[in-house]
C-alpha cells in the first residue's frame, strides 16, 4: 500500500485502534522512519488544536512538536475543564464545534470513555483520540507497537505481559486490539483481580483467535515473556481509596525482577510511573520505555502526514 493509498483509507478521525489494519500500520511505520529527525515545512498552514480536558506530558507535548518539525502552527488549552469555557458550562459538542472552525485537526484528550466519539460526531475537522477516560488511546498503542517491532525486529509470534491496572489502563486495551492484528501473539494479564483486565476486551481478543492468560504474579510467567508492559494504577479512577491502597503495589518492577527476566526481553510502560518500575532498572539496557516515549514524535509526525498533508 502506497503512502497514498493509506491516506485515502484514513476514516478522517483517530478514535481506536480497532480502525488500523496491517498495511496501515506498515505505512505508517515506515513513514515514522523516514520522518524521524526531519524539521521542514510540508504542513506549513496547518493548524492543530490540542484540547485536553486531563493532564498530559508526553501525548500533549510529542503532538505539538510533531506539528512544528513539520512547520504546522498550534493552538490550544491544557487544563480545559478550568481554562475553557467548559467552566461556564459548555459542553464539549459546542466547543468541538467552534475549535473545528479554529483549526485543521483537533486532539483531544478527556476523562470520559466516548468522547473523543461525540467530538468527531460533531466536529468538520478530523479529531484525534488521545485518551478517553479508561476507554482508549490508541496513539500510545501505535507508539507501542511501533517500539516492539524497532525493538524486538518482529512483532509476529511475540509474548506480552500487560501488567498493572488493566481495569483501567486505557493504553494496554488499544495496545491489545492492534497486536491482535499479528498471528501468534500471546498475552497474559498479570494484576490482581480487583485490577485485572475486563471481560469485554478478553472476550474481543479471543474472538479473534489470540490467546490470553490470565495472572497474578509476574514471576509466575516472566520466563515465557518478550515484552512486560507495566502500567501505572491511576489512582484518579478509584472512588474508593481502600480499593487503590490494595492495587496500589501489586506489581513493581525492581532489580530481582530484571534479573529474571529474559536477557531479550524487553520492559515498557507508557508512562508516567511512580512506583511501579524503581529507578534502579533505567540503566538496564532492556528498559525501552523512555526510548518508546520518544518515539511518539515519529509516530506522531507520520500520523498528522496522513491526516493533513
Ligand atoms: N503515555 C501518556 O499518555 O502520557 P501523558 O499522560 O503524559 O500524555
Known sequence: MTATTARNRMLGHVITAEQFDRDLLDVLFRRATAL????????????????????????????ESAMLRLGGAVIGTEAARTFSSAIKGETLEDTVRMVSTYADLIVLRHDEAGAAARAASVAS???????????????????????????????????VAFCGDLRFGRTARSLALLLALYPGVRMTFVAPPVIQVGGDILARLEARGVECRLAEQLTDVLDDVDVVYQTRV????????LEYEQAR?????????????PATAIVMHPLPRVDEIAPEVDA??????????????????????????
Open 284 to 309: 538496564d539496557p532492556r528498559a525501552a520505555y523512555f526510548r518508546q516515549a520518544a518515539n511518539g514524535v515519529a509516530i506522531r509526525m507520520a500520523l498528522l502526514e496522513m491526516l493533513l498533508a
Open 234 to 241: 491511576q489512582k484518579e479512577r478509584f472512588t474508593d481509596p
Open 249 to 261: 503495589t501489586a506489581i513493581r518492577i525492581d532489580g530481582a525482577i530484571m534479573r529474571q527476566l
Open 36 to 63: 524521524d529527525g526531519v524539521r521542514d515545512d510540508r504542513l506549513a498552514h496547518r493548524i492543530m488544536a490540542t484540547l485536553f480536558y486531563e493532564p498530559s506530558t508526553r501525548t500533549r507535548l510529542s503532538f
Open 125 to 159: 475537522v478530523p479529531v484525534v483520540n488521545a485518551g478517553d477516560g479508561p476507554g482508549e488511546h490508541p496513539t500510545q498503542a501505535l507508539l507501542d507497537l511501533y517500539t516492539i517491532e524497532r525493538e524486538l525486529g518482529r512483532v509476529e509470534g511475540v509474548r
